[in-house]
């Protein structure tokens, strides 16, 4: 079954650093078969929480999924987003 990633994100400081976090992103989200499903700053919010940003990526499984989340190369991506930006990230399995 399908799994993908959410991310919801409520704060950016610097988008540059963001910039650097998502080419990261993206080359570790490949590596493990996902793709880069969408992603924008122009979002709705109809309940809950404002949101500055979403990200949307589908992987083959679960298990793809979280080895990528865990991986060295999307631990690194992820120092762009220290003390620089609050979010989200749920991994859920879908049809």
């Given at each position: 079954?399908?799994?993908?990633?959410?991310?919801n994100y409520t704060e950016i400081k610097d988008?540059?650093?963001l910039k650097k976090?998502?080419?990261k992103a993206k080359e570790a989200v490949e590596k493990y078969s996902g793709?880069?499903?969408a992603r924008s700053a122009n979002?709705?919010?109809l309940d809950g929480r404002e949101m500055v940003r979403v990200a949307l990526a589908e992987f083959p499984d679960i298990e793809a999924a979280k080895n990528c989340y865990n991986s060295?190369?999307?631990v690194?991506?992820?120092k762009h987003l220290?003390?620089?930006?609050?979010?989200e990230h749920i991994i859920f399995e879908g049809v």
């Open positions: 079954m399908k799994a993908y990633w959410i991310a988008n540059e650093r976090y998502a080419i793709k880069i499903l979002n709705i919010t060295v190369e999307y690194e991506a992820r220290e003390d620089n930006a609050v979010r």
